[in-house]
């Protein structure tokens, strides 16, 4: 982009070395250093920003986590407030009929599909799933898994709610390409949960996934007692919420409180000694067990509205993205005394 500059942050754990970076005219700078970036610079970063309470100057284009009164929602925003910053948030850049521009969702659920997967496989053989490497490509992936699984995931039954979506559309991929049978794939979305949770169909699969973009309040799509009543019988031994909403007040998948991580990938659900084990993968970054082709397409898909970004002022999909971060930003200044 002409009159642009680009600084890229040296970072050891990326896939993409710095020299692809260099090879297209990036300039590389530090690890950590965008807050002593020019006033005027841009920060693009993916995840939440590590909690603190310096304010923020800059403008910020990243996913903050903060616009559905997820924990700490407010100090977030207060921390744009105090600054005087903007968050564009890449939740919610959406197209002209509010399609989100850019998602990682189909690589999620294929990853988390996929971690599911290992899990079970750990399960079966009494252990519990170690510590989880991303892989150089999706090929890497299924193989790997299938492999784990004895050969082929034949015989393996799963579920997947919010399956129309790009994560639940992940999800289903990976299963068929691991080989479960298409009638052992149920795909849930929001005709059949319409009649309302907490649903037993769930306990009769080895593998759920949770799939939902949730925006509302909704039943619980299973309960810790149901899982107990279910007794020894049960079939369901892994849970994959790739929905990951961990902390929003109305999570439908009530039964585990934390978000787990590459080193530690499941946490175990407390079912009684006399029932068979249960354990739950809720890693909220997904997409980084396929870092290359889950960035790329991302990327690939960001980079119009990213192309009109010097336009901001007048280009709808940042005008709107504008305007939603000050409604949120208010609402946090009220809820933190600033207003
Ligand atoms: N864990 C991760 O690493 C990770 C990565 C990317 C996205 N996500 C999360 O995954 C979720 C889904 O993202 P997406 O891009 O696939 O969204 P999406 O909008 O493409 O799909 C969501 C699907 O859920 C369905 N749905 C919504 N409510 C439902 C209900 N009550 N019952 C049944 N189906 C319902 C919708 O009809 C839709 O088909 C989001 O919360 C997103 O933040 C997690």
């Not at 407030?81 to 564009?88: I, N, P, Q």
């Not at 252990?127 to 150089?136: A, D, T």
């Not at 034949?154 to 068929?176: H, N, T, W």
Request: glycine share 8%.
């Amino acid at each position: 982009m002409p009159g642009l500059r680009f600084f890229v942050e040296h970072d050891e754990q990326r896939i993409f070395d710095d020299s692809e970076y260099e090879a297209v005219g990036c300039t590389l700078v530090e690890n950590n250093s965008w807050p002593t970036a020019p006033p005027t610079a841009t920060i693009i970063g993916l995840k939440e920003l590590q909690e603190s309470t310096d304010p923020l100057p800059h403008t910020h284009i990243q996913f903050a986590h903060c616009y559905k009164n997820q924990a700490g929602w407010s100090s977030v925003l207060a921390r744009f407030h105090r600054g005087g910053g903007t968050l564009y948030d890449l939740e919610f850049l959406n197209d002209a009929s509010g399609r989100r521009v850019a998602a990682f969702g189909f690589h999620a659920g294929f990853a988390g599909a996929a971690a599911g997967a290992l899990a079970l496989s750990s399960q079966q053989k009494g252990k519990k799933l170690g510590h989880l490497q991303p892989f150089e490509n999706e090929d890497a992936m299924v193989a790997t898994v299938k492999q784990l699984l004895g050969g082929s995931g034949k015989g393996v039954k799963a579920l997947v709610i919010g399956a129309l979506g790009r994560c639940g559309r992940g999800a289903v991929d990976l299963f068929r390409k691991i080989g479960l049978a298409e009638d052992d794939i149920l795909k849930w979305d929001l005709d059949e949960t319409a009649k309302g949770g907490p649903f037993s169909e769930i306990l009769d699969v080895d593998i759920f996934v949770n799939c939902i973009y949730l925006n509302s309040q909704i039943p619980s799509f299973i309960t810790r007692d149901q899982i107990i009543g279910a007794g020894p019988q049960r079939k369901l031994s892994v849970v994959v919420d790739v929905s990951c909403d961990t902390t929003n007040p109305f999570n439908p998948i009530p039964i585990y409180t934390i978000n787990t991580t590459f080193a530690e990938p499941t946490v175990a659900v407390d079912v009684g000694a006399q029932n068979p084990a249960l354990s739950v993968i809720s890693i909220d970054h997904l997409p980084t067990l396929l870092p290359r082709e889950a960035s790329e397409q991302f990327s690939m898909d960001l980079l119009p509205s990213l192309l009109e970004f010097p336009n901001r002022q007048t280009a709808r999909v940042w005008t709107d993205a504008k305007k939603l971060f000050e409604e949120k930003m208010a609402a946090a200044a009220v809820a933190e005394g600033l207003a």
